[in-house]
């Protein structure tokens, strides 16, 4: 083995360990420069890395629109095993409003396909009690969506102003959410807590 390298050292051929080592630093970049090159819009996800979302399938989004040459993939929410991810439905559902469309009516095919999914999430998790305040300075959107008058909108705005003002400091913070007047707060205020 020695013989062998010293025979490859002296032509100038670097050792097999350090070519391996160079090739495995070099394919991640390569990899991370083709993904840059596709022409695809992602759409708006919520803790998935940009990386994750170019690598699901057509068939983990909503709606997937094609126009000029440009694909617009829209409402990612199964991962990449094809599982259903309800937090990020929720989030889709949430930020519909958010999204632009290059066909607007594209917008209502994709909200009846996430709302059949919310639905059977929404049948099966709200026949059963809130036994305990849901801390909203942590509670994930498919612990809020649980609170009586709050639906996936208001869950994505309780989570985004959580997210600019770091954290509720009193139960009474969450007024300041847009949508969150008196009534709703009346609604929602024994079923919450900031700690």
């Known amino acids: 083995m020695d013989h062998l390298w010293e025979k490859q050292h002296r032509r100038g051929i670097p050792p097999l360990k350090d070519r391996v080592r160079r090739s495995t630093l ?14 695809e819009g992602s759409g708006l996800c919520q803790g998935w890395p940009d990386i994750k979302i170019r690598l699901l399938s057509d068939e983990s989004f909503a709606v997937v629109e094609v126009a000029t040459g440009k694909k617009l993939r829209h409402c990612p929410h199964h991962d990449l095993n094809g599982e259903l991810d309800m937090e ?21 095919v994709s909200r009846k396909h996430l709302e059949k999914h919310y639905g059977r999430f929404a049948k099966k998790v709200m026949k059963s009690e ?7 300075n942590s509670a994930r959107l498919t612990e809020l969506v649980r609170l009586p008058q709050v639906g ?8 985004e102003y959580r997210g600019a003002h770091s954290s ?28």
């Open 26 to 39: 070099f394919v991640p970049f390569v990899l991370l420069f083709i993904l840059s090159l596709i022409n």
């Open 88 to 108: 990020q439905v929720i989030f889709c559902l949430g930020t519909l409003e958010k999204k632009t469309w290059l066909y607007p009516e594209n917008k209502a």
């Open 130 to 136: 809130i036994l305990q305040p849901v801390n909203i």
């Open 152 to 159: 996936p909108v208001l869950a994505v705005k309780i989570a």
């Open 168 to 195: 509720y400091f009193i139960i009474e913070d969450i007024k300041n959410v847009e949508g969150i007047g008196h009534a709703i707060f009346k609604a929602i205020r024994y079923y919450i807590r900031t700690d």
